[in-house]
């Protein structure tokens, strides 16, 4: 059976989640409200010149089919409102979009829906990944809020930081859709991929009171403490 | 001596440096020092009323202080206490 993914944001993490997601076989349905520009192409290598001006989320779409993969886009920007409409039947949800609010939108709509996903976020050298699913410690249970904007569009990333954090956000989505929860309810932080390419890997609690994990389907709340 | 990990985010306020060396007992107190060698750097991990923002979280090692004492973890020689701001960063969507 094909399972079926939601990207939210096709630049330059979505670029390698959805290659990568795409290739492993997962049907795809991106998100993004942009269209490719020039100052995109250092970061967003899954664009051409030929892209700029193309809304992003098709573009990307058309690059996973170019690699024989199962894609489609939509110009529009994630909101809780029209989620359940765009997130019908996922299997699994990726985030790499660079709205402080989305990010904790997608992860608690997520747990709500009781699907598994993987929040992924470069600024500046480094970044970070944390995979979650049914039971584990939430999104919002590690940062209990948006922080106000470290965003790239405002702090810049190092073009090559965001093909690094999308790569390992890959593996840590195909690890959750096949049912490996090695990791699920942890962050893999990086500090500085010039210095080192090892992550701190954190496990961390579900927290008590947590308003996302109480609205998950009561059948996988505190699974694992159960 | 303990060593602080700066994530990148606030090191324009540490001179660049990404590890900030220095003596401490409990992670209150590193924050303390942290803020006397390099302003600014506690007010953004702590807000008004001294409390860790929900938006970033501490790190001894692996653990989270929030499963330790929170503030007035006890720091051991050479520990490492992680500074992890959310982030965000990717694509607009």
Known sequence: MTRRALVVGAGGLGGPLALALGAAGLELWIVDPDVVEASNLHRQVQFTPADVGQPKAARLAAAVVARGGVARGFQTRWTPDDADDLGEAMDLVVDGCDDPGTKFGVADWAVAAGTPYVIAAAVQLGGNAMAGAPGAACYRCLFEAPAPALQCATAGVLGPVVGAIGGVAAALAIGLVRGDRTHAGSIFVFDDLRAGADPRIVRFQPRPGCPACARAPVATRRAESA | ?93
Request: proline share 5%; hydrophobic share 50%.
């Open chain 2, 1 to 93: 001596m303990i060593t602080v990990r700066v994530p990148g985010p606030l090191r324009a306020l540490t001179g660049g440096a990404a590890e900030v060396s220095l003596d401490a007992v409990t992670v209150r107190g590193a924050l303390a020092e942290l803020e006397r060698k390099h302003p600014g750097v506690a007010t953004r991990v702590l807000d008004a009323s001294g409390a860790v923002h929900p938006f970033v979280r501490l790190f001894v090692g692996a653990d989270d202080i929030g499963d330790l004492a929170g503030l007035e973890t006890v720091l051991a020689d050479r520990d490492e206490l992680a500074i992890v701001p959310a982030i965000a960063g990717g694509a607009h969507a």
